[in-house]
């Protein structure tokens, strides 16, 4: 591939302090999905009719779909469980990919580098969160298939071809992470969730800000050493891993539409057809457009395709801003998709 950085620059002292830092992080703050989750207490069983699992209007596409929100509650809460746990079932299926990806790269570091020791402390938490998520997953009882098909025979081989593409990794990382991280944020700070549910997030959330930083903090180091062809390609690679991945996580199989029977029209709708749809997808990123704009990857074509994708909006201000005005460029950029949008529910 073309859109790499350049070899492995010299590390500063911030990037070394950052580094042990983490590491140091992993070693006195980390949880066990065994011994810091209370499985068996009564509060944690998984109720198949606890309304708490209804899909949010704001920040869920399919919860926002006036078809869903019509249906009968039970319906809601079953659909709305199915949702949520696929998309932890995706989540674990991702963090398998990175681990491959990050455990190629890591044993191929020399002696003495000092991001050897945080890669194994990351790849040791996300084989915690695997466990974790299959275990609530099994716990719930319901037999969710997780990633669509293409995307579970592709896994592998991302995670392999990515060790030879660091920076690429990198950007991979966190198009899988962000959304999922995102989506979670918001669910912890605006609803009241199971129990169960709730500790694996506030969990994942935790060790999850470790690795982005980690992530963010590898493409701020070695991104200016690229020259302005390869930050050219990245500068478009990044915004179509953003996207891509984006689908692939919080894009459910067509199976949750025949279990469900959900007309074909609200499958595009939620996914990611309508503008309440998109305006959701482009929140997701408000964190990867700062990240793009400081590290030099925000150029007028980039910034178009941005758009073109969908995820344009305006740059946080901070890790973990609540999302402010990527509504805005969705509906300059989706006007179409709007028009269909209001044709179909006047039809």
């Known amino acids: 591939m073309t859109a790499t950085a350049s070899p492995t620059p010299s590390f500063d002292e911030d990037y070394r302090n950052m580094l042990r830092t983490l590491s140091e992080g992993s070693v006195h703050v980390h949880f066990d999905p065994y011994e810091d989750i209370d499985w068996d207490a009564p509060n944690m069983a998984i109720d198949p009719e606890d309304p708490r699992w209804i899909l949010p209007a704001d920040f869920d596409p399919l919860g926002a779909t006036a078809w869903y929100q019509s249906l009968p509650i039970d319906q809601q809460i079953e659909l709305g469980q199915w949702r949520i746990l696929n998309i932890i079932k995706v989540g674990a299926a991702f ?74 990794l990198m950007i991979g990382i966190l198009g899988g992470e962000e959304p999922i991280d995102h989506y979670q944020k918001i669910a912890i700070r605006s609803m009241e969730l199971p129990p169960a549910l709730h500790r694996v997030m506030e969990i994942h959330i935790a060790e999850e800000a470790r690795h982005i930083s980690f992530a963010v903090a590898f493409l701020k180091m070695r991104l200016p050493h690229a020259n302005r062809f390869q930050r050219f390609h990245l500068s478009l690679a990044f915004p179509i891993a953003m996207r891509w991945l984006a689908g692939e996580i919080m894009t459910p199989p067509r199976s949750l539409a025949k279990r469900f029977g959900i007309p074909k029209e609200v499958y595009r709708e939620a996914f990611w057809s309508s503008p309440k749809s998109r305006e959701i997808l482009a929140s997701y990123f408000g964190d990867m457009r700062a990240l793009a704009e400081e590290t030099g990857l925000m150029n007028p074509v980039s910034r178009r395709l941005w758009k073109r994708l969908g995820i344009a909006g305006e740059a946080s201000r901070y890790r973990g801003e609540p999302e402010r005005t990527a509504e805005v460029y969705v509906e300059e950029t989706t006007s179409a998709h709007t028009d269909a949008a209001a044709a179909s529910r006047a039809a």
């Open 95 to 168: 963090e398998s990919a990175l681990i491959r990806g990050l455990m190629h790269y890591a044993m191929e570091l020399p002696n003495g580098s000092p991001e050897f020791r945080y890669c194994l402390h990351e790849m040791t938490e996300e084989c915690n969160h695997i466990q974790m998520f299959q275990e609530l997953v099994n716990r719930s009882g319901v037999d969710v298939p997780g990633t669509r098909l293409h995307f579970r025979l592709m896994l592998p081989f991302l995670g392999l071809l990515g060790g030879f593409q660091p920076v690429v």
